[in-house]
């Protein structure tokens, strides 16, 4: 067992006992953070949102010169609502060489061992610099995330240069990651006697018009050859995940809501599958107004877009990580990040980091001790690799 192990489990413990929930207020964890980088003498700085109730954190062990590692994670953590829990989910249980709580691996666990390391950076003869980078609202949308990239790259005179986002991947480095939007669609038409079908403006009827569209484009994406074999699957997906409408089989609907999502590979852009929808939205919103004049189309963002991420094999980063892990496989993944932000910030990126992803946003989520260790091996060999 790795010897800092122990402070990490004790850190761990304090962490996930903060049910902090995307879209809440993060101070309580966040205060406890800044109580431990006071204890060992680190200036922090914080980047706080509008209202002054949340704030990602960013600060520097080491040298002001260029070259610098940003370690990056969330503080938020998803609901607890519904789920069959065994135990108390903001309480750290160790059982069968696993620790049990809600964010002990997705990815409460990576900050714990970043703060575990401490000692072990501010030790070390460091000639390049590690940052810590500690964010909110990831689980609902990675919304900080752009901008506690670009805070990092402003406020410090020299660049760094590389991160590491520590979602959980075995401990595997993770080159690629497809980007998101979440959107939803409202059509409004015109309410009457089903049997007035031809006469009227179904919501209903439209919307599945505009359903089938995005099914199409995403057959049209994967016959032209957008794919990148590098993820599973190998294209970009549009799937549509909720939708109401309507009051009784003989009744014309006049509203229709759905909510959907476009998971891009980094070959395609959110904004052009977007702006084409669109497009065809309002084509198709003219000819409606024929028939019914108070037609309506109307599309929103649910959440910002998120990034891909798409670091080539060649990256000064690959063999960084691969050294410092000891882990030359290289793999994507399907779920979204704020490596892409990190990355369009200008960081080259990679994730790495404790756990298995399988077991999160679930009951019972779990992180294995020896993969903390592996962590905490990989941040130790991260010292001595910029002590050289």
């Known amino acids: 067992m790795h010897i800092s192990y122990p402070i990490t489990k004790e850190i761990l ?77 903001f309480e750290l249980i160790e059982n069968d060489e696993k620790l049990y709580a809600r964010g002990s691996c997705d990815m409460k666990g990576f900050l714990a061992c970043c703060l575990a390391s401490i000692a072990t950076f501010k030790n070390a003869p460091l000639k390049r610099p590690i940052y810590f980078a500690f964010s909110y609202d990831e689980e609902i949308g990675c919304l900080a995330g752009d901008e506690l990239a670009e805070a990092i790259m402003s406020h410090y005179s020299e660049k760094p240069e590389f991160a590491i986002i520590g979602e959980p991947s075995m401990m595997q480095p993770v080159i690629g990651q497809k980007g998101i939007c979440v959107l939803s669609t409202t059509v409004h038409g015109s309410a009457g006697h089903s049997s007035r079908i031809k006469q009227e403006v179904s919501a209903i009827h439209v919307a599945s018009k505009l359903i089938q569209w995005l099914d199409q484009k995403m057959d049209h994406l994967i016959s032209i050859g957008k794919t990148n074999h590098r ?130 946003h679930r009951a019972n989520e779990y992180v294995e001790i020896n993969q903390l260790c592996e962590c905490l091996s990989m941040l130790e060999n991260l010292a001595e690799e910029f002590s050289t």
């Open 13 to 89: 413990t304090h962490l996930v006992s903060f049910d902090v929930l995307g879209g809440q207020s993060n101070l309580p964890i966040l205060n406890y953070i800044i109580s431990i980088l006071k204890d060992h003498d680190i200036p922090y700085h914080l980047v706080p949102n509008l209202q002054g109730d949340k704030a990602s954190l960013h600060c520097r062990i080491g040298p002001d010169v260029d070259g610098g590692l940003v370690l990056s994670g969330h503080m938020d953590v998803v609901p607890v609502s519904g789920q069959n829990w065994k135990t108390e989910p």
């Open 231 to 360: 993820f599973i699957p190998p294209h970009s997906s549009l799937h549509v995940g909720i939708i109401q409408g309507g009051i009784a089989p003989n009744v014309i609907a006049d509203k229709c809501i759905f909510f959907w999502d476009v998971r891009v590979i980094p070959e395609d852009s959110v904004q052009e599958i977007i702006q084409e929808f669109r497009s065809y939205c309002a084509t198709l919103e003219q000819d409606l107004r024929l028939k019914f004049e108070g037609a309506r189309i109307i599309t929103e963002i649910d959440h910002p877009p998120v990034p891909p991420l798409g670091t080539l094999e060649d990256s000064d980063i690959v063999p960084l990580i691969q050294k410092i892990t000891g882990n030359t496989q290289l793999t994507t993944v399907a779920y979204a990040a704020e490596a892409g932000q990190f990355s369009n910030a200008g960081f080259k990126t990679v994730i790495c980091g404790p756990g298995n992803i399988a077991q999160a």
